[in-house]
C-alpha cells in the first residue's frame, strides 16, 4: 500500500562516510532543513525520499543501512556525474546564489555549454524523484516537497499523478524579479512554472513569498496558492539534548575556555551568506572604539564546514580563517584571544554556548529563516541578547525583543554589539523573555500542520 504522506527533499535524514576499512559508518549532523524537520518526521510512518549524496550514502542504501524508526526511507541513486551536475552546479552555484543575491556579477554566472548539461541534470534528477514519489505515494496522497534543489518536480507529479496533492516549501529567500532576470528566461520559467503547479508554495516570511509571486507575475505564471509558515526549533528535543552529559562536558570546557570573559556568539555553516567576515570586521571596530572591552570579552564563533566542492565556499572558509587570525594579531594579549574561531562540527558544544551566550550575533547578508535565532532564546539561561539582521527571515517574528543589524554596515555591527554588551539587566531579561515568548508561540508540528492544510486548501 502508498503512503498517505510523502516528505521529498534532496538531503535525507541520514548520511555516511567511508571509514579507513571503506565501511559506511553514520556521518555527523545534517544541519539545515534536513536536520530540522528529522525530529518533526521520527515515528510520523511518513515516506521521506531523498538522494544518496555520496559514495557512501549509495553503499549504505545498498547494505540496508538507511532505516530510521517509523519512517520510510527510499532513496533516489542518481549516477555520481549527474548529481554533481545538478547538486553543485545547478542548486548551489546558481539557484542558491539568485535568491540569496550574491552573484560575483562581472564573473559569474556564466550560462554556457557545460550550464546547458547541468540543467539537463538537474531536469534528470528532478524526473528521479517525480518517479520514485510516484512509486511511493498512495492514491490521493499528500507530497511536501523541500527546496530549490526539486522546483520541477510539482509540475511533473502534476503530470504523472494528477491524484496528489504537492505543496513546494522553500527555506532559502526568494529572489527579486531583478535578481531572477539573471537566469535564461527558459530556465526562470521552467522553475516557476515548476513551482507553480503545486497545490501551494510555501515560504518562511511574506517577504520572500512576495518576491516568489512578484516573479510570477513578471513572468506570466500564475500560481495556485501561496502561503507563509515559519519553521521553528522542536523546544522539548533541545531541552533534551541540554540535559545530556555530551552537553554538559561541552559546557564545562567553554567555562574552562572563557574563564569568566563574556561571550559574544555566533554559530555557522561556513558559507558566503552568514557574513561570517563582517562579523570579525564589526569586532575589530569593537575594540577599537571601546579599550574598557579589551581583555574582558571573546567573540566565540563555531563555524562547520559546508559543500566544500564548490571553490566560492573554499575560499571564503580560507578568507573567514585568514580575518579572525588579523583581528587576532592585532588585539591579542598573553591570555587573552579576542576571536576564537572554531570549526569543528560539534553539535553538543554550539547549545551549550547557546545557553551561555551574552550575545547572540546572527548577521546574515539574506537567510531564508535562521534557526539558531530561534534555538538561542529557546536555550539560552543568562538573558543574552540576539543582535539579528533585518535581511534574516527570522527577523519577522523577532524584531521587537532582538536588536536590528545592518549586515552591510559594520561601524553599525559594532555599536549594536556595543549597546548589546552595555545593556541593563532589567532590559536584557525583558528582552530574553520577548524572544523566548514570540519562539514559543509555534510549536514545530505547526508548520508540518501548515503544509497539510494548504495541501488540502489548494
Ligand atoms: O541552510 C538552509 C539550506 O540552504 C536549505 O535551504 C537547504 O535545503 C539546505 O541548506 C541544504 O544544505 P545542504 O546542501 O548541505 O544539503
Known sequence: MGADLVIASNRGPLSFSLDSNGRAVPAGSAGGLAGALHPLLEGSGATWVACAMSEADRKATTEGLMTERGLRLVMVQPDPDTYRMAYDVVSNATLWFVHHSLFDLPRRPRFDRHFATAWEAYRELNRSF??????????????????????????????????????????????DPTALRVLPSAVAGQILRGMAAAAACGFHTTRWESAFRACCADMGVEPRRSFVSPLTPDSDHLAERAESAECRSAGERLDDVLQGRRMILRVDRIEPAKNLLRGFWAMDELLRARPDLRGGVVMLALAYASRQTLPEYLAYGAEVEQVARRVNDTWATDDWTPIILDVADDAGRSLAALMRYDVLLVNPLRDGLNLVAKEGPLVNTTDGVVALSREAGAFAELHDHALEVNPFDVAGTADVLARALDMAPGERARRAEGLRSVVARRKPGDWLADQLAAAVAG
Open 130 to 175: 517525480a518517479s520514485a514519489i510516484d512509486d511511493a505515494a498512495g492514491d490521493g496522497a499528500t507530497v511536501l516537497v523541500q527546496d530549490y534543489h526539486l522546483c520541477l518536480v510539482p509540475e511533473m507529479l502534476a503530470e504523472r499523478r494528477p491524484d496528489l496533492r504537492t505543496v513546494h516549501f522553500t527555506h532559502t529567500p526568494f529572489a
